[in-house]
């Protein structure tokens, strides 16, 4: 059975950084297209970028803007979300996502000064 585990989330000021984890275990780390998505206070879930087996292919969403890079280790079994010129509207929870089939338990991400 697949188990996604989320790390990293926290409370920032406007402008600044934070890099979330989502650790896998279970099976076959390299097998997956692995994707965040996030849900804000009073809004649906959204996707927010993905990552191919390869980890050479990689979506985000327009919202993002270039201001967050995904990447994959799979030594580490773990796929990062780095997060730069964080904004109070991405504030919300952050889950990692199989197929959105697994889900992690999310993780807080607090963006106020």
């Known amino acids: 059975q697949l188990q996604l585990v989320e790390s990293g989330g926290g409370l920032v000021h406007p402008g600044g950084s934070l890099t979330l984890s989502c650790t896998t275990s279970g099976r076959s780390f390299d097998d997956y297209t692995i994707a965040w998505f996030r849900r804000a206070p009073g809004k649906d879930r959204e996707g927010v970028s993905g990552?191919?087996?390869?980890?050479?292919?990689?979506y985000y969403a327009d919202f993002v803007e270039g201001r967050f890079t995904i990447a994959r280790d799979s030594s580490k079994n773990t796929v990062y979300l780095h997060m730069n010129s964080l904004k109070p509207e991405d504030t919300a929870v952050y889950y990692c996502?199989?197929?959105?089939?697994?889900w992690g338990q999310g993780i807080q991400v607090t963006v106020s000064s």
């Open positions: 996502t199989i197929g959105q089939i697994y």
């Open positions: 990552i191919d087996t390869s980890g050479r292919s990689t």
